[in-house]
């Protein structure tokens, strides 16, 4: 009852008659609000809320974890989120062109669907309960935007964020980020996190993604909500795609970073020593090429963060 209420008070407050009537439709594991009424927004869009239980109302309090883009469609992963990581997962149906209301959308979490949520389902309240989870660049930066502000997100997961990879802004020092894509986001999210004095894993984590369809079960909630002593890095291992290295061409390094609660991601060292020095870093292609002119031998690779290190070897041929 208390929902219905909520709902006919929205469309009281917006004050506007809606040609398609607004309707919560019940699942096992889930509840959608067909045409979810916003003063913000309008009824445009459809609001599902997965849910770890079969039916609310809820035994006892989860966090929550929300979603751009998922609708009703994706119900069987949405369900097995909600059940496998013990969450909500609140997800609304965004397309590519809505984010050019971004300014809309923000004031539409802020004001509107965090408050309903935290109001009408048993939610762990706090920011650091909340995550924000979305795909693509245009819902990355209305994304960071959100994640910005005080007091509303803990944890933020972007998958194939494109140029929004980078330029981070300073955020709360409690605050988590997790970046999944290709190299050069990769690379960027990496170099552009530790310049403002973030540190791998206690604030932020990175996982190479070739496949966004099932962005699903690669969100790693375990992480995002994990306390900073489980989070923090405990070792870096590196491996090469190929152990010799002829003129002219080049082999890839990838290095995984194992963090204390058994986490593991991918680590991309923006600066890589050698020795001898015959060897070049490309962070953005994560490649090593030979410079001109280095005599054929063994290498040594060596990074690391946090006076945490890898080191692997390479044998380059003769030119």
């Given at each position: 009852?208390?929902?219905?209420?909520?709902?006919?008070?929205?469309?009281?407050?917006?004050?506007?008659?809606?040609?398609?009537?607004?309707?919560?439709?019940?699942?096992?594991?889930?509840?959608?609000?067909?045409?979810?009424?916003?003063?913000?927004?309008?009824?445009?869009?459809?609001?599902?809320?997965?849910?770890?239980?079969?039916?609310?109302?809820?035994?006892?309090?989860?966090?929550?974890?929300?979603?751009?883009?998922?609708?009703?469609?994706?119900?069987?992963?949405?369900?097995?989120?909600?059940?496998?990581?013990?969450?909500?997962?609140?997800?609304?149906?965004?397309?590519?062109?809505?984010?050019?209301?971004a300014d809309k959308i923000v004031r539409f979490l802020a004001r509107e669907l965090v408050p309903y949520i935290d109001t009408n389902y048993l939610t762990l309240a706090a920011p650091n309960r909340r995550v924000l989870a979305v795909?693509?660049?245009?819902?990355?930066?209305?994304?960071?935007?959100?994640?910005?502000?005080?007091?509303?997100?803990?944890?933020?997961?972007?998958?194939?964020?494109?140029?929004?990879?980078?330029?981070?802004?300073?955020?709360?020092?409690?605050?988590?980020?997790?970046?999944?894509?290709?190299?050069?986001?990769?690379?960027?999210?990496?170099?552009?996190?530790?310049?403002?004095?973030?540190?791998?894993?206690?604030?932020?984590?990175?996982?190479?993604?070739?496949?966004?369809?099932?962005?699903?079960?690669?969100?790693?909630?375990?992480?995002?909500?994990?306390?900073?002593?489980?989070?923090?890095?405990?070792?870096?291992?590196?491996?090469?795609?190929?152990?010799?290295?002829?003129?002219?061409?080049?082999?890839?390094?990838?290095?995984?970073?194992?963090?204390?609660?058994?986490?593991?991601?991918?680590?991309?060292?923006?600066?890589?020593?050698?020795?001898?020095?015959?060897?070049?870093?490309?962070?953005?292609?994560?490649?090593?090429?030979?410079?001109?002119?280095?005599?054929?031998?063994?290498?040594?690779?060596?990074?690391?963060?946090?006076?945490?290190?890898?080191?692997?070897?390479?044998?380059?041929?003769?030119?």
């Amino acid at each position: 009852m208390k929902k219905l209420f909520l709902l006919l008070l929205c469309l009281l407050c917006a004050g506007v008659c809606w040609a398609e009537e607004s309707r919560l439709i019940i699942n096992p594991g889930r509840e959608t609000f067909v045409h979810f009424p916003s003063e913000i927004m309008g009824s445009d869009y459809t609001l599902t809320v997965f849910l770890p239980e079969e039916f609310v109302p809820l035994s006892k309090r989860y966090p929550v974890v929300y979603l751009f883009g998922p609708g009703p469609k994706q119900a069987e992963a949405g369900h097995a989120l909600a059940a496998k990581e013990q969450v909500l997962a609140v997800a609304v149906n965004f397309e590519e062109e809505d984010y050019k209301e971004a300014d809309k959308i923000v004031r539409f979490l802020a004001r509107e669907l965090v408050p309903y949520i935290d109001t009408n389902y048993l939610t762990l309240a706090a920011p650091n309960r909340r995550v924000l989870a979305v795909q693509g660049d245009k819902a990355a930066k209305v994304a960071k935007e959100l994640f910005y502000k005080p007091n509303l997100f803990g944890a933020l997961a972007l998958f194939s964020p494109g140029a929004e990879a980078g330029n981070w802004e300073n955020f709360a020092p409690s605050a988590r980020v997790f970046v999944a894509g290709n190299q050069s986001e990769l690379a960027a999210a990496q170099a552009s996190l530790e310049r403002v004095n973030k540190t791998y894993g206690r604030d932020f984590a990175l996982s190479y993604r070739g496949d966004n369809k099932d962005w699903f079960s690669a969100l790693p909630l375990g992480y995002l909500l994990s306390a900073p002593n489980k989070a923090a890095l405990k070792r870096l291992e590196a491996r090469v795609s190929d152990d010799k290295l002829a003129p002219g061409g080049a082999v890839a390094l990838r290095v995984k970073a194992r963090l204390k609660g058994g986490f593991l991601f991918d680590y991309v060292p923006p600066v890589v020593r050698f020795s001898p020095p015959y060897l070049i870093w490309n962070a953005g292609l994560g490649t090593l090429e030979m410079l001109p002119g280095a005599e054929s031998g063994s290498v040594k690779i060596q990074g690391g963060v946090d006076k945490i290190t890898f080191s692997t070897k390479i044998t380059l041929k003769k030119q």
